[in-house]
């Protein structure tokens, strides 16, 4: 087997801000993120693809991705040993499951390949095409430029709103303007500090009367005690994202949340995101597949997994201009295959069929 990995900047159509990335005095966010690719080439000259968008908020860089898959022995992989390579994979270094899972992930594109099968049938999965709705985000901006984006994301039937800045209800009232009904998610990324504050946040929220769900209103550091005390008098459904990394969490998650969101470079790929989303079912929450800046390769890996989904945020290749990959399909925010380039393993193609 054949290893080639490669550094890519996905560059965004908007300046991108969540809680986590605001400055004081600045405009806080980014207009660039990079991901790192990585390619498999067996002997026959069968190719898998990954990706890994490694996030600060769970210690991992490029440099250390690039670093990791640099010290894969690739002659220890195989598409057809998919368990044998995933452990040594875990034998090289503790953490870094962005990286882990840009192999899971190639891998399992390959060994579909080889079965000459789109990853989901591999998995003993279906997908029901125009069933599956991503929603659209919407980052932290001013009022005038959030009004702006909710226009522009007119075709799409759910939007998801990023709060935790001191003009939240100026942003959420400049969305409701451009879109008075549509459902909203509302995403907090830790902002909230104090179980009272997030508590008065969603009392705020609730009067909306079209908010679906709010994520992660408490950092995942916060005493269980007060997510628990939150849960029970929130009127609106909470969902865990920073505080359900893997399978480890279920527990804590179902005390505190009512749904889980997973994400592929969280848990470290489509394997480990499988058994993430398969726990929490059986908890008793309901799941959604999220993401980070992602190029199509990690996005269409997720949608692989829909059914096993109450709801999709799977919108990171939608917020980028220079998406190097083309598969899954989002129209009008409906995930679809049937027009993918390919239809085996991820469905992927590069969008120019040469090496990039």
Same mark, same amino acid.
């Given at each position: ?34 991901? +790192? ?34 010290? +894969? ?19 090289? *270094? ?22 000459? &099968? ?44 990023? @709060? ?33 504050? *997030? ?33 029970? &008098? ?12 893997? +399978? ?13 969101? +997973?994400? @592929? ?92």
């Amino acid at each position: 087997m054949k290893l080639r990995i490669w550094r890519y900047d996905l560059q965004l159509a908007h300046r991108w801000t969540i809680a986590r990335g605001l400055e004081p005095g600045g405009p806080g966010g980014k207009t660039t993120s990079q991901v +790192v690719f990585a390619e498999l080439t067996d002997n026959d000259g069968l190719v898998g693809l990954g990706e890994a968008a490694p996030s600060a908020r769970y210690g991992e860089t490029t440099d250390a991705a690039v670093a990791f898959l640099e010290r +894969v022995d690739a002659n220890r992989l195989s598409f057809a040993d998919l368990a044998s390579s995933l452990e040594y994979l875990r034998s090289l *270094a503790p953490g870094q499951f962005a990286a882990k899972g840009a192999l899971d992930v190639a891998l399992l594109d390959g060994a579909a390949r080889r079965g000459g &099968r789109p990853l989901h049938t591999h998995l003993g999965l279906g997908f029901a095409e125009n069933k599956h709705v991503t929603s659209f985000s919407i980052g932290i901006d001013t009022p005038e430029v959030i009004t702006r984006k909710t226009r522009a994301a007119e075709a799409y039937p759910v939007l998801k709103l990023k @709060l935790g800045s001191p003009h939240d209800r100026d942003n959420l009232a400049a969305l409701r303007a451009a879109a008075p009904h549509k459902p909203v998610r509302v995403d907090a990324n830790e902002a909230w500090k104090t179980k009272e504050i *997030a508590l008065q946040n969603l009392e705020w929220l609730a009067q909306d009367g079209a908010i679906q769900f709010v994520e992660q209103p408490m950092p995942a550091s916060a005493d269980l005690e007060d997510m628990v005390w939150l849960k029970a &008098r929130s009127p609106l459904p909470l969902m865990g994202d920073e505080s359900y990394v893997s +399978v480890k969490d279920v527990e804590r998650c179902a005390a505190a949340f009512h749904s889980v969101n +997973v994400k @592929l470079v969280k848990v470290g790929g489509v394997s480990p995101g499988f058994a993430a989303l398969h726990a929490a079912r059986q908890a008793g929450l309901k799941t959604m597949l999220g993401c980070m800046i992602e190029s199509s390769v990690l996005i269409s890996a997720a949608a692989h997994l829909a059914d096993l989904t109450d709801y999709l945020d799977l919108d990171g290749n939608l917020l980028v201009t220079n998406d190097p990959f083309c598969g899954v399909k989002a129209d009008r925010g409906l995930l679809s295959f049937a027009s993918a380039p390919d239809h085996l393993g991820l469905c992927v193609r590069p969008r120019e069929m040469k090496r990039l």
